[in-house]
């Protein structure tokens, strides 16, 4: 019995032996540009992305104006956060801002996306049109929907031409529509982007059983709901998590059009974190507004993978 037990422990270990030149012998073969073209971004990214956000972890347990030694607060910072009301302002916003973002931009992705996603003479050019102001920046698109919002601009020329001067107001200085004015500007940048990844998705559905369905009767929206969207769920968790990050994040189109402004009412935890770290040289404070933002950012996308993999179990 023993020497059958050694006779399989020595095939074993020829086996894993055997493995590993071959695990080697295949490393071995992979170009040396290859490794270049790997490593330098790995590098890269290293210093540039992964050691900063690390090291905010630290930071936000320290009280730093970015000159003098940091000095240790334990969680001072986020007892802090806890009785701030512009913080409170900036969390609720983003709250809003997700949902609102989030919601508006993939629905209307998603519409014109099934919309789009048929041949015809203009619809190249349609797309391109959807897709136009992804190509430009946040700040740029920013600026443009000030001058679009401003107390003599299109939008209140529009409206006093159509005999609504009722409706005309400052709308990025007016408190109470302040934000949505700048969560319509996000949304008409981010929907192209949207639209793209969901014709992508739809051009690899399977159009055989859309039209089995319909021989059985279903109707159109049956068909779109029980039939097309189950085949786009791996498109839709991408869509979240980018929707998701994106408006974590969101800094440049609200900086460049309100700053934060008026008396704060479009602040976001990107900007207010921003204005923490460079305007009033609280670096510390910053960092632990930088790590709710991660924290925010990971628990919504576990929880909506965990919520998709018991859906698919």
Known sequence: MSTQTSVAATRQGDGAGSRRPRRRSRLARVPLLVWVFLLVPFVLELFWVFWPAANSFSLALTRWDGIGLAEPVGLQNFRDLADDPI????????VIWVLGFGGLSVVGGLVLAVT????GPLVGLYRSAIYLPMVVSLAVSGLFWRVMYAPEGPINGALGLLGLEHLERQWLADPAVALWAVLIAAVWRQVGYIMVLYLAGLKGTDPTLEEAAAVDGANAWQRFWRIVMPQLRGV??????????DSLRTFDIVWAMTRGGPYNETQLLSTYMFQQAFTTGNLGYASAIAVV?????????ITYLARQARTED
């Open 236 to 245: 839709n968790t991408v869509v979240f998590a980018v929707t998701v990050i």
């Open 116 to 119: 789009l996603n048929k041949p």
């Open 87 to 94: 913080f409170l302002t900036a969390l609720r916003n983003n």
């Open 293 to 301: 933002i991660f924290a925010l950012a990971i628990g919504f996308i």
